[in-house]
């Protein structure tokens, strides 16, 4: 069973998963795919269906999709599909009498509603797509640093060019212009941790989420912010 995040590294990375090359291996090698889509459902594809339609392979090629729903769709809670073998397992193994954390309905009715309006509003899905390019143009040519996130990803992800020479250096030169930002243009981004858990060794850096509900100015004033200070705090850095 191989378990594949729709953006590698979880959302620390902003990469997006080739999943078309994963399956060839799959094919090839005979392994299952377990596919987690919560960082992909609800922003990548033309109607927002998550990595397998941004990658054009059909559903019924992967095992085993999940995903949370506390991302696009703004409610609680997961949801896990696959073949029909799988949706009994998961029928039996979830209901109340087994597993007393079973969803709440309303929580369910809540992701269906934000499901229809997706559906039915697909200009959202194009909205997210050209606020993404506008904060990465924005960012293109932001002194020290330098965008490593897929620029079709929703989660921009900003590195160091040059590294102080530590991971606790980088680290709190990263901190300092998020608190800069924060303090002084009122901009909220997030910099990235390493677990010692983590055996995939990504580099540290700057997060920033982009969303449909975003307007040019408030992309334009968090590219701008982010320039400045990064302008001050990395000088001779390049």
Do not use: W
């Not at 990595?51 to 991302?71: F, N, Q, R, S």
């Not at 608190?179 to 002084?184: A, R, S, T």
């Not at 243009?185 to 975003?214: E, Y």
């Amino acid at each position: 069973m191989a378990h594949i995040s729709s953006t590698n590294g979880c959302p620390n990375s902003g990469q997006i998963a080739p999943l078309d090359e994963i399956i060839r291996l799959k094919e090839n090698y005979r392994f299952r795919i377990l596919l987690d889509e919560s960082n992909s459902m609800g922003v990548l594809g033309s109607s927002g269906r998550g990595l397998t339609e941004y990658c054009k392979v059909p559903v019924g090629k992967i095992d085993i999709i999940t995903a949370a729903m506390g991302h696009a769709l703004a409610t609680e809670g997961g949801v896990c599909t696959g073949s029909a073998r799988v949706i009994d397992h998961q029928r039996l193994s979830s209901s109340g009498y087994v597993f007393s954390a079973s969803l709440p309905p309303y929580l369910t009715s809540a992701a269906i509603t934000a499901i229809d309006i997706l559906e039915e509003n697909l200009d959202l899905i194009m909205k997210l797509k050209k606020n993404i390019g506008t904060l990465c143009r924005g960012l293109s040519d932001i002194q020290g640093l330098e965008i490593a996130s897929d620029l079709a990803s929703p989660i921009v992800f900003l590195r160091l060019k040059k590294s102080t020479g530590s991971l606790k250096g980088d680290l709190q030169v990263l901190e300092d212009i998020a608190q800069h930002v924060l303090k002084e243009d009122s901009v909220l981004v997030a910099t990235s941790r390493r677990s010692t858990l983590d055996k995939c060794k990504l580099p540290v850096g700057i997060r920033l989420f982009v969303s449909a509900a975003h307007t040019e100015d408030d992309l334009m004033k968090a590219g701008e912010s982010l320039k400045r200070v990064a302008a001050l705090a990395l000088n001779g850095h390049d």
